[in-house]
């Protein structure tokens, strides 16, 4: 069983960054394919950001791209999500996911199977 911790959540204001950290366990994290969701209050979880097992490929949603940054270290078990220009619609509960496999097709919650129990995110205005 792959365990997965997220950080790096708390409240900033708009226009400022934070970087989110997920930590997932077992000796092949350097195979997973790890993504990024988030979650608004009586919504499904949303996709964020995907890195591919070597880094090499990235995928964002529109509603981020030029501000956010997924990136990994294998070293350290942890893949980031570094998010600037922070505004208030990006207040939601974040997910880190990972998976053994490489997506297939759009990137959806069913891609992932691992996830751990989010971090809440807060930009006030």
């Known amino acids: 069983q792959v365990q997965v911790e997220e950080s790096g959540g708390g409240l900033v204001q708009a226009g400022g960054s934070l970087r989110l950290s997920c930590t997932a366990s077992?000796?092949?994290?350097?195979?997973?394919?790890m993504g990024w969701f988030r979650q608004y209050p009586g919504k499904e979880r949303e996709f964020v950001a995907a890195?591919?097992?070597?880094?090499?490929?990235?995928d964002y949603a529109d509603s981020v791209k030029g501000r956010f940054a997924i990136s990994r270290d294998d070293a350290s078990h942890t893949a980031y999500l570094q998010m600037n220009s922070l505004k208030p619609e990006d207040t939601a509960v974040y997910f880190c996911?990972?998976?053994?496999?490489?997506?297939?097709?759009?990137?959806?919650?069913?891609?992932?199977?691992?996830w751990g129990q989010g971090t809440q995110v807060t930009v006030s205005s």
């Open positions: 996911a990972a998976d053994p496999l490489p997506p297939s097709g759009e990137i959806t919650e069913n891609t992932y199977r691992y």
């Open positions: 077992g000796r092949t994290f350097s195979r997973y394919a």
């Open positions: 890195i591919s097992w070597s880094g090499a490929s990235t």
